[in-house]
């Protein structure tokens, strides 16, 4: 009922900047949050960055290079990656926190995620 489709990964130099995006789609109610982790190889799955209400939220290791943010008319969530970094590299997925016109409940929806390389 609901999908989350990611764009916007890539190949990208160090130093350099990608910008991804998630749109929600389907018959959705409300959106709690959006926002964004992502996974390394061998790696467990950590929190890259997540808006709700217009609150951002970083982890540790994104503070101060990349940025998070949303149109809430087009149920869409950005995340603009500035300076990045070899260790930046990972799948990264969108994850959503949805309601949908049918349950009026909250679940959480994750995208099919998007490849961000970062290497010279």
């Known amino acids: 009922q609901v999908q989350l489709v990611e764009s916007g990964g890539g190949l990208v130099q160090p130093g350099g900047s990608l910008r991804l995006s998630c749109a929600a789609s389907?018959?959705?109610?409300?959106?709690?949050?959006m926002g964004w982790y992502r996974q390394a190889p061998g790696k467990q799955r950590e929190l890259v960055a997540r808006i709700s209400g217009g609150s951002p939220n970083y982890g540790d290791s994104v503070k101060g290079r990349f940025t998070v943010s949303s149109d809430n008319a087009k149920n869409t969530v950005y995340l603009q990656m500035n300076s990045l970094k070899p260790e930046d590299t990972a799948v990264y997925y969108c994850?959503?926190?949805?309601?949908?016109?049918?349950?009026?409940?909250?679940?959480?929806?994750w995208g099919q995620g998007t490849q961000v390389t970062v290497s010279s």
């Open positions: 389907g018959r959705i109610f409300s959106i709690n949050a």
């Open positions: 994850n959503a926190d949805i309601s949908t016109i049918a349950t009026r409940r909250f679940y959480d929806y």
